[in-house]
């Protein structure tokens, strides 16, 4: 079975430091999102590419996050600097971008800001 | 701007029994498509079932169904014969037909009980 691939698994870190996790869709598929799970807010939107281009970043405080897809097979999600506040589970899923084509999803980083 | 509704944070329901999970939306589109999704302790994201807005005919798939409710802008998902592996959070979702962006709701944390 094809899998998004998410690294690392689990990160640790203290505030202030730089974060990046990485992300490696279903080949195929042209469409990435980035999520975050917390408690409050469920499943944030936080970015999403189609064709590797920005679609939408609406929902990612751009002052210390950043969103790139470097090529159809890497994305990542940088945070910098860290925030006890960022803790959370950040999702990477594709999808085929067509029709209702559902989402695929990694099995998630779970970041803690110490 | 699109937005889902899980009224629900909690719920419990006795094995073998039903269940229904409730997820209201707004937006103001005609063409777009509504999700469920499971998630297990495992934290794996597993879609449950989907749904076209353009077809009034509800959803199945085995023990899951949902009550499609277009003008209300409702859909409900109904767990039939519950088991223990039902335990999960579940996500409502809605993907936009255009520009292709999923939308998720804060979750509903469903326990099935022995």
């Known amino acids: 079975d094809a899998r998004v691939t998410q690294t690392p698994r689990h990160k640790v870190t203290e505030m202030g430091q730089e974060v990046t996790m990485r992300c490696q869709p279903i080949l195929g598929h042209n469409t990435v999102f980035w999520y975050r799970q917390t408690m409050m807010q469920g499943l944030e939107l936080l970015a999403y590419?189609?064709?590797?281009?920005?679609?939408?970043d609406s929902g990612m405080p751009k002052d210390r996050f950043s969103a790139e897809m470097p090529d159809a097979t890497l994305a990542t999600l940088k945070i910098q600097p860290s925030e006890p506040r960022d803790s959370a589970v950040y999702f990477c899923?594709?999808?085929?971008?067509?029709?209702?084509?559902?989402?695929?999803f990694g099995n998630g980083t779970r970041l803690t800001v110490t | 701007a699109q937005t889902v509704t899980q009224s629900q944070p909690e719920m419990s329901v006795q094995e073998a029994e039903t269940v229904t999970l409730s997820c209201t939306y707004d937006?103001?589109?005609?063409?777009?498509?509504l999700f469920w999704y499971k998630q297990p302790p495992s934290r794996q994201m597993i879609l449950v079932i989907r749904?076209?807005?353009?077809?009034?005919q509800n959803a199945t798939e085995n023990r899951f169904s949902v009550n499609f409710q277009k003008a209300a802008k409702s859909f409900s998902l109904k767990i039939s014969d519950s088991q223990l592996g039902d335990t999960a959070m579940y996500f409502c979702?809605?993907?936009?037909?255009?520009?292709?962006?999923?939308?998720f709701g804060t979750g509903t944390r469903l326990k099935v009980l022995a």
């Open positions: 590419f189609r064709n590797r281009a920005p679609l939408d």
């Open positions: 937006t103001s589109e005609n063409n777009y498509y």
């Open positions: 899923a594709s999808a085929q971008g067509v029709d209702n084509s559902p989402l695929h």
């Open positions: 979702a809605y993907l936009t037909s255009g520009t292709y962006k999923y939308i």
């Open positions: 749904q076209e807005a353009y077809k009034q």
